[in-house]
Antibody
């Protein structure tokens, strides 16, 4: 079964750090670009970051640029999001999502999503 | 960034109705548009990609059309399981952007 499972969410104080993980299974992880998308409570979806299959191409939303770092370990079938200098407005459910096709750069719809992990930034 | 605007933001409909949701991009995005369905507490689900191609396993009552800046999602005969929130997303240029969502509620 094709599956993505996020972990690492929790409660953190403003200015703190957190590292999210996304474990992939059931497909050739190293062939697909991957993404992080977040959803604040009661709000819509916001794209956060994307990384190509070989990590050659990395993109960030302006709202997280300079604070968040996306990475992947193809040997471990895992995607990561290192979040630093967290703010209250970063409070959201964070989803990892797979690009639909095996292309060298992120440029596709998201066909597989994890169940999400909640990040709460509060003092 | 390209702005995606959906309309309406919400509406009520009955089972069996034909419903249409529109999505407008602030600049041309060719056919690089996807539609997702999200139910409360669940992850989004891809319904349509490339503006009009139905994702595998998605019922044929869902259809998409449009190119450039104006797009539509149509549900031909609304079923009980279709009451949800729908999002459009452009993947034409970074950063990817979603519409604000359209909530379809039971009348």
């Amino acid at each position: 079964e094709v599956q993505l499972v996020e972990s690492g969410g929790g409660l953190v104080k403003p200015g703190g750090s957190l590292r999210l993980s996304c474990a992939a299974s059931g497909f050739t992880f190293s062939s697909y670009s991957m993404n992080w998308v977040r959803q604040a409570p009661g709000k819509g979806l916001e794209w956060v970051s994307s990384i190509s299959s070989s990590s050659s191409y990395i993109y960030y939303a302006d709202s997280v640029k300079g604070r968040f770092t996306i990475s992947r370990d193809n040997a471990k079938n895992s995607l990561y999001l290192q979040m630093n200098s967290l703010r209250a407005e970063d409070t959201a459910v964070y989803y990892c999502a797979r690009d639909q096709r095996e292309t060298p750069t992120p440029h596709d719809a998201f066909d597989i999503w994890g169940q999400g992990t909640m990040v709460t930034v509060s003092s | 960034a390209i702005r995606m605007t959906q309309s309406p933001s919400s509406f009520s409909a009955s089972t069996g109705d034909r419903v249409t949701i529109t999505c407008r991009a602030s600049q041309g995005i060719s056919s690089y548009l996807a539609w997702y369905q999200q139910k409360p507490g669940k992850a989004p689900k891809l319904l349509i990609y490339a503006a009009s191609t139905l994702q595998s396993g998605v019922p044929s009552r869902f259809s998409g059309s449009g190119s450039g800046t104006d797009f539509t999602l149509t549900i031909s005969c609304l079923q009980s399981e279709d009451f949800a929130t729908y999002y459009c997303q452009q993947y034409y240029s970074y950063s990817w952007t979603f519409g604000q969502g359209t909530k379809v509620e039971i009348k």
